[in-house]
């Protein structure tokens, strides 16, 4: 089974910055696809970020222009940059990755119990 560990969030104001790393440890067979994906309370977890084996990427709405999703395959790394932090980017961030999904998928549908999950970074954005 593979496992992935997400690190690097935490409380910044607004306009601030973080990256987030995911570390994955195991197999994943392509065509796959990975991802970010967060949770605020009360709301369903929504994909923000995902990309494949050749780095093809995809965004939400909502984050395009500010965030920016990247792997480093050499060390097992997949990251998300995120700049221009607002308020209602507070949430839980998650990495996670499926085999046999193209980027869009895994972005629109990819959701627990499906694929294998992160255990979770918070991010905190204040005004």
């Known amino acids: 089974r593979v496992r992935l560990v997400e690190s690097g969030g935490g409380s910044v104001q607004s306009g601030g910055s973080l990256r987030l790393a995911c570390v994955v440890s195991?197999?994943?067979?392509?065509?796959?696809?990975m991802g970010w994906f967060r949770q605020a309370p009360g709301r369903e977890r929504e994909g923000v970020a995902s990309?494949?084996?050749?780095?093809?990427?995809d965004y939400a709405d909502s984050v395009k222009g500010r965030f920016t999703i990247s792997k480093d395959s050499t060390k097992n790394t997949m990251y998300l940059q995120i700049n221009s932090l607002k308020p209602e980017d507070t949430a839980m961030y998650y990495c996670?990755?499926?085999?046999?999904?193209?980027?869009?998928?895994?972005?629109?549908?990819?959701?627990?119990?499906?694929?294998?999950w992160g255990q979770g970074t918070q991010v905190t954005v204040s005004s």
């Open positions: 996670a990755e499926e085999e046999g999904m193209t980027t869009f998928q895994a972005l629109h549908i990819l959701r627990p119990p499906y694929g294998d």
């Open positions: 195991g197999y994943i067979r392509n065509p796959y696809a």
């Open positions: 990309i494949d084996a050749s780095d093809h990427t």
